[in-house]
């Protein structure tokens, strides 16, 4: 059992059916009431605990009054997302470890409705605790497999007719001249490193996201989210014509 703390990530882990307990300071609250019915609503057993309690539970980190138990997510494969759609979105993180940006990838990947994502299993980040609130409760939606080589994964990808987009700062196309409304798998790098060398050359494409200011690039959770809500653009606009 993991757990997961504060209110979001614990409201979506409920909604998807994964909480096994419920600790929470005050039931009372009046933000922590709809979290307790829904608990007892499901015949999850809800306890009381003292703030000291839950910030031992939440390894020192805010938890707003609320510490849940989850069961581990679904277990995905390459082949579970690449039978979600046709033209199927998903998102592969290269090395991508730091929770914080793991979990804000999957909020944003989760908003933009994805169909999957694809990391690698060794020296992944956990999807509990901080990722987990990072993703304000992304991580309960989202179809996500884990592989034992992206490099190979992407070759995969592409043997399934799925265009690979790796996001690089070197990159010699903007990325939005790419077609996007084709399936795509958005390639991520972890901050600092960037895209790993054999990833890097496995990809289709290598794009960059032109930067107007002092800064030379994007937290990869930002760079994320410009990508991704083009393709939803792209796509949408496609559906119209």
């Given amino acids: 059992m993991s757990l997961i703390y504060g209110i979001n990530p614990v409201r979506e882990a409920l909604r998807s059916g994964r909480v096994t307990s419920l600790d929470v300071a005050d039931p009372s609250r009046p933000r922590l009431r709809p979290l307790v019915d829904l608990a007892e609503a499901s015949g999850i057993t809800v306890r009381r605990r003292t703030d000291a309690q839950l910030t031992r539970s939440s390894g020192g980190h805010p938890h707003q009054g609320v ?4 069961r581990p997510p679904r277990a995905h494969t390459l082949d579970d997302l690449l039978q979600t759609a046709d033209h199927p979105l998903l998102v592969v993180l290269d090395g991508i470890e730091d929770p914080q940006n793991v979990g804000a990838i999957l909020r944003t990947a989760e908003a933009a409705g994805v169909d999957g994502v694809v990391r690698q299993s060794r020296r992944a980040a956990r999807l509990d605790g901080v990722a987990a609130k990072a993703s304000a409760g992304a991580v309960a939606h989202l179809r996500i497999a884990e592989v034992v080589n992206i490099a190979r994964t992407l070759e995969a990808l592409k043997a399934a007719g799925v265009w690979t987009v790796g996001l690089d700062a070197a990159g010699s196309q903007r990325y939005d001249q790419i077609d996007l409304t084709l399936p795509t798998a958005v390639v991520l790098g972890a901050e600092g490193r ?10 289709d494409w290598l794009v960059s996201i032109p930067m107007a200011g002092q800064v030379s690039s994007l937290n990869v959770s930002v760079a994320a989210g410009v990508a991704l809500f083009e393709a939803v653009r792209q796509r949408a606009v496609a559906k119209i014509l």
């Avoid at 960037?194 to 990809?203: A, D, N, Q, Y």
Wanted: proline content about 0%.
């Fill in 67 to 70: 510490v849940a138990g989850v």
């Fill in 194 to 203: 960037g895209l790993r060398r054999l990833v890097r050359e496995r990809c």
